[in-house]
C-alpha cells in the first residue's frame, strides 16, 4: 500500500491517477485509489466489486458499478471529483468516463491511498505514472496525458510519482517533496506503455 497525508487537494476539487496492472483475480473487493478519511470506509474510491475485475466507485454510502478491468495487462484510472453535488465524482478507464457517482459531505480529506484502503480491500498488482491535481481534469486532458511519458507543466500538479526504481520510486518528481508512504514489500517490475520523447515533443506543443 502507497499513501500520502501531506499537501493533499480539496475533497471536491481534485483529479488522482495512474496506470494499474493486475497481477491476479482476487475474486474479491480491490481497491485501486481512495481518497478521505484516513480509517473506516469513507472515501471516494475507485475499486472492483466483489468479482475483483467489476470496476465500482464507492462513496462510503453509494456503490455503482461500470466495465470490467483486466487482468495481467496494463490499464489506465482516474478518479475525478469536479463539486460537492450529486454527479460530481467520475471514474475514468483508459481516458472514458465509466462511472459517475455523488460527492459525499461525510468525506474529509486525510490520506490518498493507492493500492489499497483503510478496509484492507488490497491489491495485487503493478502501479505507475501517478500524477495528483488539485482540480478536475477533462477527458481530454486526461487523454493526453495517458498517452505521455510524464505530465506537461500545470500549476495544478501537486504530486507525480513516475515509480522509479529502487529507493527513487517513492520520490515525488513534481518539485513539492511530497513523497509517498509505504507499506509492505515493493518490488521494480516493467512498466506501462508511454509515449516516445517525439511524441512528448508533440504533446508539449499541442497543450
Given at each position: 500500500m502507497?499513501?500520502?497525508t501531506?499537501?493533499?487537494?480539496p475533497?471536491?476539487s481534485f483529479?488522482?491517477?495512474g496506470w494499474?496492472?493486475?497481477?491476479v483475480?482476487r475474486n474479491?473487493?480491490t481497491?485501486?485509489?481512495?481518497?478521505?478519511?484516513?480509517s473506516?470506509?469513507?472515501?471516494?474510491?475507485?475499486?472492483?466489486d466483489a468479482?475483483?475485475?467489476?470496476l465500482?466507485?464507492?462513496n462510503?454510502f453509494?456503490?455503482?458499478?461500470?466495465?470490467?478491468?483486466?487482468?495481467?495487462?496494463?490499464?489506465?484510472?482516474a478518479?475525478v471529483g469536479a463539486?460537492?453535488g450529486?454527479g460530481?465524482?467520475?471514474?475514468y478507464?483508459?481516458g472514458?468516463l465509466?462511472?459517475t457517482g455523488?460527492?459525499?459531505?461525510a468525506?474529509?480529506a486525510?490520506t490518498?491511498?493507492?493500492g489499497n484502503?483503510?478496509?484492507?480491500?488490497?491489491f495485487?498488482?503493478?502501479?505507475?505514472q501517478?500524477?495528483?491535481?488539485?482540480?478536475?481534469?477533462?477527458?481530454?486532458?486526461?487523454n493526453?496525458?495517458?498517452?505521455?511519458?510524464?505530465?506537461?507543466?500545470?500549476?495544478?500538479?501537486?504530486?507525480?510519482?513516475?515509480m522509479?526504481?529502487?529507493?527513487?520510486?517513492?520520490?515525488?518528481?513534481s518539485?513539492l517533496?511530497?513523497?509517498l508512504?509505504?507499506s509492505g514489500?515493493?518490488?521494480?517490475?516493467?512498466?506501462?506503455?508511454l509515449?516516445?520523447?517525439?511524441?512528448?515533443?508533440?504533446?508539449t506543443?499541442r497543450?
Open positions: 502507497l499513501t500520502r501531506a499537501g493533499l487537494p475533497i471536491g483529479t488522482i491517477m494499474f496492472f493486475m497481477s483475480d474479491d473487493y481497491g485501486f485509489i481512495a481518497f478521505g478519511d484516513s473506516g470506509g469513507n472515501q471516494q474510491e475507485i475499486m472492483t468479482d475483483g475485475t467489476t465500482a466507485l464507492w462510503g453509494n456503490f455503482p458499478t461500470g466495465a470490467s478491468v483486466p487482468v495481467g495487462q496494463w490499464f489506465h484510472l478518479l463539486g460537492t450529486s460530481s465524482v467520475f471514474a478507464l483508459n472514458k465509466a462511472i455523488d460527492y459525499s459531505g468525506i474529509s486525510q490518498i491511498f493507492f484502503d483503510p478496509t484492507v480491500e488490497w495485487n498488482g503493478r502501479i505507475a501517478v500524477e495528483i491535481y488539485n482540480r478536475p481534469l477533462s477527458a481530454a486532458e486526461i493526453l496525458r495517458i498517452i505521455a511519458d510524464r505530465p506537461p507543466i500545470d500549476r495544478a500538479l501537486i504530486g507525480y510519482y513516475p522509479n526504481p529502487g529507493s527513487a520510486r517513492l520520490l515525488d518528481s518539485g517533496g511530497r513523497h508512504i509505504a514489500t515493493l518490488t521494480d517490475e516493467p512498466g506501462p506503455p509515449a516516445t520523447a517525439r511524441m512528448r515533443r508533440l504533446l506543443q497543450l
